[in-house]
């Protein structure tokens, strides 16, 4: 992780270097007012804040709440991306989150480096204080892309006076969290899922990566067309394309230029596999004469789909010169 942390008096100076000495995983850049610089600081300049904002995942005030805040607040912009910011008086007595507490770990960072400075975290946002589940903490903290940001806020809204209705498409694995119970219908509910379907009226999907697409493409196939086989793909089959968490084919093709752009696009990792790797893996598949004579295996798309999956769930389909399989891992929602 990424921080900065910024200190405005020397008693807040050793504040920061206790708070960057407690090795939490963090690689800082530190800055304080130019009268108090040493080695280890940079001085503070009006730049500083909003470099520090853009490029940081985590911000640390050490001081008031109110320096944190005035710095802040022309920079602040969303809460799905803007960095955790945590404020800590220069004593380091106690240690509060001010901006992301949830899906930027703002609350769970406090608590980590309350501990670490035998501080006081002050946790204010309501789920937290009310022991509910906090739906965009536990996405975050599981992979999982929250299908809509009004839906969070809806559902984090209701949780605080009445049970949630969740549905799982994976196997839940001990006890649901305060808040939440089982249920398949109602106004508001949660569904976790790599589908696009929607049991409540109100549904929030939390969508984990656990597919994996394997493709076959003609040599010089365009990434329009691929995209457009892909889409097509997903779109007949119900499901989400952000629950792909890779792709795969057959390693003649890891210079094709149009599966490459495609991949890099969508921001997925692809792997390539020899004729060989593939041929090992088991399971029946759809056989061509024409794909073994060219590439010495008989089907590319469903085996490289399966290379670290279980199970296919869309099977070999061509379209526009592209041969396109899904297959799923296994996953398990643990809340505890």
């Not at 299908?147 to 196997?171: G, H, Q, T, Y």
């Not at 599966?259 to 041929?279: D, H, K, M, W």
Request: include cysteine; charge should be negative; proline fraction near 4%.
């Amino acid at each position: 992780m990424k921080g900065a942390i910024f200190a405005f008096s020397r008693q807040g100076c050793q504040t920061a270097r206790n708070i960057m000495a407690a090795c939490l995983g963090v690689t800082w850049q530190s800055y304080t007012m130019e009268r108090f610089c040493e080695a280890d600081f940079a001085p503070i300049t009006p730049k500083c804040y909003g470099d520090c904002f853009a490029s940081s995942e985590l911000l640390v005030f050490v001081g008031s709440c109110g320096i944190a805040v005035r710095k802040i607040a022309p920079f602040v912009h969303d809460k799905r991306t803007d960095p955790a910011v945590i404020c800590v008086d220069e004593l380091g007595t106690f240690v509060i989150p001010l901006l992301s507490g949830h899906i930027g770990g703002a609350n769970a960072f406090a608590r980590k480096l309350a501990d670490s400075l035998h501080a006081t975290p002050v946790i204010t946002t309501a789920t937290d204080i009310n022991r509910k589940f906090s739906v965009d903490t536990w996405a975050t903290e599981n992979g999982c892309t929250i299908s809509s940001m009004k839906l969070a806020k809806a559902v984090s809204a209701a949780i605080l006076e009445r049970d949630i209705p969740l549905k799982s498409d994976f196997p839940v694995v001990g006890s649901l969290p305060n808040g939440v119970i089982f249920g398949e219908t109602g106004n508001l509910g949660i569904y976790l899922t790599a589908t696009n379907a929607e049991p409540f009226e109100n549904t929030l999907r939390l969508i984990p990566k656990v597919l994996h697409l394997g493709i076959g493409c003609r040599r010089g196939t365009e990434k329009e067309a691929i995209e457009r086989a892909v889409t097509q793909v997903f779109k007949e089959n119900g499901l989400d394309f952000r629950a792909v968490q890779s792709a795969a084919s057959i390693d003649l093709k890891k210079d094709e230029e149009g599966l490459l752009s495609f991949c890099e696009e969508q921001n997925i990792p692809i792997r390539f596999y020899s004729a060989v790797e593939l041929e090992a893996v088991p399971g029946e598949f759809t056989p061509s004469p024409f794909v073994r004579k060219v590439t010495g295996v008989d089907n590319v798309c469903e085996r490289a789909a399966l290379i670290g999956a279980d199970h296919l769930i869309v099977k070999k389909t061509a379209c526009h010169g592209v041969t396109v399989a899904v297959a799923t891992e296994k996953w398990e929602v643990h809340f505890g």
